[in-house]
């Protein structure tokens, strides 16, 4: 037997993607990048916005079209949001809704009678769907989320929130450092929330990870600007956790964050992003701003604008609008023109390049670890090394050796607007 693995949408969606290939091997089902010679395909589809709807729809169309002998599992926030229409509108053989994809190997080969032959099981992980940076892998340490954010589809498509077992996370990275990955990214839908199901919390996970892991490399997913503590920072202490943190605010204006449902405010954030910069050197923060959210004024725009420039973010991942069916902003009043929100698109990332120049530009001089990402090729003579800082700046340079998956420290010279450029220690 052999399965074709395939995902759309976030890292928490790709985290599950691995896990399912190891579950498959387990039982002797081996994974092939190619869809045409699978027996089995299984899809991780995506419903954080129509247009991810669509992208899902098409993706399971073409995998019937061009391989329609093999039996078809589809699951993720499309699957789950209307398992009967899935299963009836595209014909798959089999929906596994979110609350059960963590069994999804185990359902498959029970409810579709495949044959499996665990006594050749394959050697773990040594076929991964996702192996194009093996450097770097996403543990799915949480699902779910509590909070209803007026726009967000996907809290209704993951259901409650579920943590993973402490043990299980550090058993997982403790695998995959033996495979050579060597950075890991805890991850989850409300990874702020980790352990309120099961008496834990996520300051606690990251303190037994870096006790009882040895993974160079530990960085945290998406988090919620209000899910962290005073004392949260102090584990930035230890080098292995990587000085960055992505905390999404989609607005900078506290009357749109009312209407979002959000449940930090503006200066609240300003406040956090100030105390985690005096504690922690080079701390680097990104963020994600919705544009032209329903009623969204040029004053409110106007207060984006100011809140942005003055949290001086490393990077802001810019999203106008779309209404999504189902959520309560979808519904709501005085939605901003195309034009408009094309407009204030463009500004965004016009300052967003700006305050990525200067965060990039403080960081000339500097000596740091980068970890070599990808398969170095030749230029000019040298292998043109990429990676990241810890504080998650892109990195080029030239090396006389192919320093693949290796954690080599580079002094960074020049920023050319994209990445900066630097110079080996060899």
Known sequence: MRVHLKTLGCRLNEAELESWSRDFQAQGIRPTPSPDHADLVVINTCAVTEEAVKKSRKLLRRAQRDNPRAKLVVSGCYASLNPEQAAADLGVNLVVPNTDKEHLADIAIRELHLPTMPAT???????SPLQRNRQRAFIKAQDGCRYRCSYCIVTLARGEERSKPLA?????????????????????????????????????LVEAVLANTDMPRIRLGSLEPWDLPDDFWILFENPRLMPHLHLPMQSGANSVLRRMSRRCRSEEFLALADHA??????????????????????????????????????????????????????YLENPVPR??????????HELSARLGNTVASRQLGKTVPVLVEGNPAKHGGKFLCSGYTPNYLRVHFLSERKLENRIVDVTLRQFNGEHLQGTPIE
């Open 277 to 330: 910069r005096r504690q922690i050197t080079d701390f680097n923060i990104t963020t994600d701003i919705i544009v032209g959210f329903p009623g969204e004024t040029a004053s409110e725009w106007q207060q984006t604008l100011e809140f942005v420039e003055q949290a001086a973010f490393g990077h802001v991942h810019i999203f106008a609008f779309s209404p999504r069916s189902g959520t309560k902003a979808a």
């Open 339 to 348: 034009e408009i929100k094309r407009q204030r698109s463009e500004q965004l």
């Open 121 to 127: 099981a394959m050697a773990p992980d040594s076929y």
């Open 168 to 204: 299980d996370i550090i058993a997982e990275i403790q695998r995959l450092q033996t495979q050579g990955i060597q950075e890991v990214v805890l991850a989850g839908v409300h990874l702020g929330g980790y352990g309120s199901d099961i008496g834990d919390n996520l300051k606690h």
